[in-house]
T-cell receptor, first 115, second 116 residues
Framework: KAGVTQTPRYLIKTRGQQVTLSCSPI?????VSWYQQTPGQGLQFLFE???????NKGNFPGRFSGRQFSNSRSEMNVSTLELGDSALYLC??????????????FGPGTRLTVL | DQQVKQNSPSLSVQEGRISILNCDYT??????FLWYKKYPAEGPTFLIS?????DKNEDGRFTVFLNKSAKHLSLHIVPSQPGDSAVYFC???????????????FGQGTILTVHP
C-alpha cells in the first residue's frame, strides 16, 4: 500500500505570493490533517478534513486555508506569504473507525522557503 | 500555551544503555498519548502509544510509561542502538469522539543521539 504523498517536496516563494500544497492520503483513509513544523514551535496543528469537511482548525490566521476533494486528496493554501511561513508542512492521514483513536500516518512533508 | 512539553531538547547516550525521553502535559482532557520518531527529510513515524486507562505499554525495545496524576509520560528505549538516533516527539489527543478528536498536540521534540 502506498504511503502518504506530498507535492511538491520543496518550494521557494517570495513574500506576498501565495502557495498551494497537495497531499494524497493512503488509499482508504478519509481523514487528512495538516501540521506546520518550525524549529521554534515544533509541530503545530493547522486543520483536519474528513469527508470534504473541515472538522478541526488550529490557531493560524485566515491566510491558511485548505480543502479536501471527494477522493480524499487535500490541498492547503497560504496566501500573502510572510517570512515566518517558512517551514516544513506535513500532511497526515488516518482512518476513522468508530470509538477508537486512529494512528496518523505522515507524509515526507513540503519544505517551503519564503524569501 | 504549550500543552505538551518536552523539556530536554537533546539527549546523548551510549549504545546498549537505556534512553529515557520525558514529556509533560497540562490538558486533563488528553486521553491518548503517542510517541513519534522523525529522521531528517522524512515525516514522523509512529512508534508506540498508550491510552489513559493504562500506565505502561511495551513493544519490543520500547516502553511508554504514563503517570496521570503527575501528567507525565516517558519513553524508555532498551537497549539503545545507533539507528535510534532521531528526533522524538510525544503527542496527545483528547478522548475519541470529542470535537478535538483527530487533532494531535505535539511537544517540541527531543534529539536523541546514540553513540557507538
Amino acid at each position: 500500500k502506498a504511503g502518504v504523498t506530498q507535492t511538491p517536496r520543496y518550494l521557494i516563494k517570495t513574500r506576498g505570493q501565495q502557495v498551494t500544497l497537495s497531499c494524497s492520503p493512503i488509499s482508504g483513509h478519509r481523514s487528512v490533517s495538516w501540521y506546520q513544523q518550525t524549529p521554534g514551535q515544533g509541530l503545530q496543528f493547522l486543520f483536519e478534513y474528513f469527508s470534504e469537511t473541515q472538522r478541526n482548525k488550529g490557531n493560524f490566521p485566515g491566510r491558511f486555508s485548505g480543502r479536501q476533494f471527494s477522493n480524499s486528496r487535500s490541498e492547503m493554501n497560504v496566501s500573502t506569504l510572510e517570512l515566518g511561513d517558512s517551514a516544513l508542512y506535513l500532511c497526515a492521514s488516518s482512518q476513522i473507525p468508530t470509538g477508537t483513536y486512529n494512528e496518523q500516518f505522515f507524509g515526507p512533508g513540503t519544505r517551503l522557503t519564503v524569501l | 500555551d504549550q500543552q505538551v512539553k518536552q523539556n530536554s531538547p537533546s539527549l546523548s547516550v551510549q549504545e546498549g544503555r537505556i534512553s529515557i525521553l520525558n514529556c509533560d502535559y497540562t490538558n486533563s482532557m488528553f486521553d491518548y498519548f503517542l510517541w513519534y520518531k522523525k529522521y531528517p527529510a522524512e515525516g514522523p513515524t509512529f512508534l508506540i502509544s498508550i491510552s489513559s486507562i493504562k500506565d505502561k505499554n511495551e513493544d519490543g525495545r520500547f516502553t511508554v510509561f504514563l503517570n496521570k496524576s503527575a501528567k507525565h509520560l516517558s519513553l524508555h528505549i532498551v537497549p539503545s542502538q545507533p539507528g535510534d538516533s532521531a528526533v522524538y516527539f510525544c503527542a496527545a489527543t483528547p478522548r475519541a469522539g470529542g470535537t478535538s478528536y483527530g487533532k494531535l498536540t505535539f511537544g517540541q521534540g527531543t534529539i536523541l543521539t546514540v553513540h557507538p
